[in-house]
């Protein structure tokens, strides 16, 4: 018997949930049983939730310990033009996102209305916008990560919210399954000008560098550890919608491509796939992003700091990508 124990997420269709004794056993625990949590984030769709590794705070290492057991590569910053101040100072694998100096990442604004009618947390999209997996912009995309809460912002603010591509995929509607299977969606790198909302706002988009070359990712993605199939997709910011945001079909916001992405999209990100995480300090969460999505809320970033760590890891992106040059190191 393993001696980490997973239970099922609370308030949640998928996910797992781990409680620890402490960070530096918890580690050891899990080296000494490496297939441990990958098995277990696989059962849970891609999101496990792991709580009380308050002690990583203090000893950065332990997230980059647990981040090699997910697969043979952890991203070094410095090396994928990442901005600096978004870097760790002693550990290059880790990507600092705080509101405070000299990070100053700040938060989404709030939703418009910013609550539901029945005073909930807007989760469903377009309500909520900012619905993503890390780097879908580059081929082949990240496999997992790992985000960390040093510090945390108040209870019922800053919360990270995540969708379930898998069972998502697997009760769309027999007409959807059909209308995206063999799609490919076209994602680009924030900050281009081909954004969903750059277009609406008639920005001109930048000259893209050729390693910043839009790129196609299937709309359904394929497991390469399990088989199951998930959905693949962002929103606004991470796809290109002046040649897409869908592969072969009417381009531009006002295309047919963007009609299937937003229906697509809603029913991702509905209350049957979803789960809201409120964060404690030394919270874990490490999410799959061949099969997830996630989205960042607001938190009062005036009067409240919050820091948080992540570490992304390649490895198994599989056999689609194989034998590709990675797309981000074209010179």
């Known amino acids: 018997m393993s001696a980490i124990a997973v239970k099922p997420l609370p308030s949640a269709t998928f996910g797992g949930l781990i409680k620890t004794d402490g960070a530096a056993a918890f580690v050891a625990t899990a080296e000494a049983e490496p297939r441990r949590l990958s098995t277990a984030l696989n059962d849970g769709h891609g999101l496990l939730v792991l709580k009380g590794l308050h002690g990583i705070a203090g000893e950065p290492d332990l997230l980059l310990r647990l981040s090699r057991l997910f697969g043979s590569?952890?991203?070094?910053y410095r090396l994928t033009a990442t901005e600096p101040n978004l870097v760790h100072a002693g550990i290059p694998e880790i990507l600092v996102l705080s509101n405070m100096a000299p990070h100053n990442r700040m938060p989404p604004a709030q939703p418009d209305p910013p609550r539901r009618g029945d005073g909930g947390l807007?989760?469903?999209?377009?309500?909520?916008?900012?619905?993503h997996t890390d780097q879908s912009f580059r081929r082949p995309p990240p496999d997992i990560s790992l985000f960390y809460a040093v510090h945390s912002a108040?209870?019922?603010?800053?919360?990270?919210?995540?969708?379930?591509?898998?069972?998502?995929?697997?009760?769309?509607?027999?007409?959807?399954?059909?209308?995206?299977?063999?799609?490919?969606?076209?994602?680009?790198?924030?900050?281009?000008?081909?954004?969903e909302y750059d277009v609406r706002a008639g920005k001109t988009p930048r000259e893209l560098e050729s390693r910043e070359a839009p790129q196609r990712q299937p709309v359904i993605r394929?497991?390469?550890?399990?088989?199951?199939?998930?959905?693949?997709?962002?929103?606004a910011g991470q796809m290109d919608w002046i040649e897409g945001p869908?592969?072969?079909?009417?381009?531009?916001?006002?295309?047919?491509?963007?009609?299937?992405?937003?229906e697509l999209m809603e029913h991702y990100t509905s209350d049957a796939f979803t789960y809201a995480h409120d964060w404690d300090d030394g919270d874990m969460v490490i999410y799959d992003n061949r099969s997830t999505i996630h989205s960042?809320?607001?938190?009062?970033?005036?009067?409240?700091?919050?820091?948080?760590?992540?570490?992304?890891?390649?490895?198994?992106?599989g056999p689609l990508y194989d034998g590709e040059e990675r797309s981000w190191m074209v010179a």
């Open 222 to 235: 394929v497991h390469p550890e399990t088989g199951t199939k998930a959905l693949y997709l962002c929103e």
């Open 246 to 262: 869908l592969v072969g079909m009417e381009p531009g916001i006002h295309g047919d491509g963007a009609a299937l992405l937003y």
């Open 122 to 131: 807007p989760i469903q999209f377009p309500h909520r916008r900012g619905w």
């Open 154 to 195: 108040p209870k019922g603010q800053g919360q990270t919210l995540y969708a379930d591509g898998i069972g998502a995929y697997e009760n769309l509607p027999a007409d959807l399954k059909d209308a995206v299977e063999g799609l490919e969606g076209l994602h680009i790198v924030p900050g281009s000008g081909r954004a």
């Open 296 to 317: 960042a809320t607001w938190f009062d970033a005036e009067n409240h700091d919050r820091l948080m760590w992540r570490t992304t890891v390649w490895g198994n992106p």
């Open 73 to 76: 590569e952890v991203e070094n």
